[in-house]
């Protein structure tokens, strides 16, 4: 038995059913990251200064709107601290912090 060549339609709806997955996925992940940035805000300065990040960064990164997720911020904070210090910046995997 084969299959054919036949292209696979996708409806309109199906495509609107994925984009709507998709956002909301993209939503709850935005949610969670806000949530676990928030932890930081509790960091004393020392803290903060240690792992390269000032009080303002992360009030900044809480500041974003909801849906935009503020660790991408902070890591660009990072790295953009560690550029002026000529340090290198921590190793970051899609966004996720790892130990070098």
Do not use: Y
Request: proline letters at 7%; charged letters at 25%.
């Amino acid at each position: 038995m084969s299959r054919s060549a036949a292209p696979i339609l996708i409806s309109p709806v199906s495509l609107m059913l994925g984009r709507l997955l998709r956002a909301l996925v993209s939503f709850a992940r935005a949610v969670g990251d806000r949530r676990e940035v928030k932890h930081l805000a509790e960091f004393d300065e020392r803290m903060l200064k240690d792992i390269g990040l000032t009080r303002g960064d992360v009030e900044s990164a809480l500041m974003e709107p909801i849906h935009h997720r503020p660790s991408s911020m902070l890591v660009r904070c990072v790295e953009t601290s560690a550029r002026h210090m000529d340090l290198p910046p921590p190793h970051a995997s899609h966004g996720r912090w790892t130990r070098a």
